[in-house]
């Protein structure tokens, strides 16, 4: 089945630190992944769409200035989260789909970021 | 009203009962639906994708109703490791979206 593999799993770093976070698809292409945000105890929240070769759709409220996407190629897509406060600290988790853009989604590990 | 919605629960349930979730849709375009499930500070995985004409995998049921725009998984024979949280996701091809409900969490009690 579709694999989708996120790197890395954990970070711990210091407050103004930029935290990138790669989400890889492993046997398949994906033209769309999809970046989702989880605080402790609460659902899922879709932050941004990210597009192979154009730019991140970003949902309301998450400013694209803070968290950089780029979508280079069929099987990459990065997060950058710029000059990290500790309120940013979260579970970031990367999806895809290996069928249609809005197929059954695969998942990424997921990447708990502390910051102190 | 709310594009997906869940009962966020929690349900409490004996091990070995029954239990079913109901997830309402708003947008009457909506073509793909699913359910995942998500463990404690883990990703979601697939549980099951819900077809038409209702599908059933082993302990699990999915039902899809277009008229009242719902969708409902049904577990019978509950474990204790069927404990996590079930996410009702509703898809569109027409416009891209993916909409994930809020899940609804279920304790399966020994």
Redesign the interface.
Known sequence: GAVVSQHPSWVICKSGTSVKIECRSLDFQAT?M?WYRQFPK???M?MA?SNEGSKATYEQGVEKDKFLINHASLTLSTLTVTSAHPEDSS?Y?CSASGQ???????????T?LSIL | RKEVEQDPGPFNVPEGATVAFNCTYSNSAS??F?W?RQDC??????LM?VYSSGNEDGRFTAQLNRASQYISLLIRDSKLSDSATY?C?V???RD???I????TRLHILP
Do not use: C, M
């Not at chain 1, 249609?100 to 997921?110: L, N, S």
């Not at chain 2, 994930?100 to 899940?103: A, D, L, Q, R, S």
């Open positions: 769309t999809f609460q659902s899922l879709l769409t579970f988790i249609t853009r809005v197929g059954p989604q695969h998942f990424g590990d997921g708990r | 073509q793909s699913f995942y500070r883990k990703e979601p995985k697939l994708s996410l996701v898809s569109s091809n891209d979206k993916i994930f409900g809020k899940g």
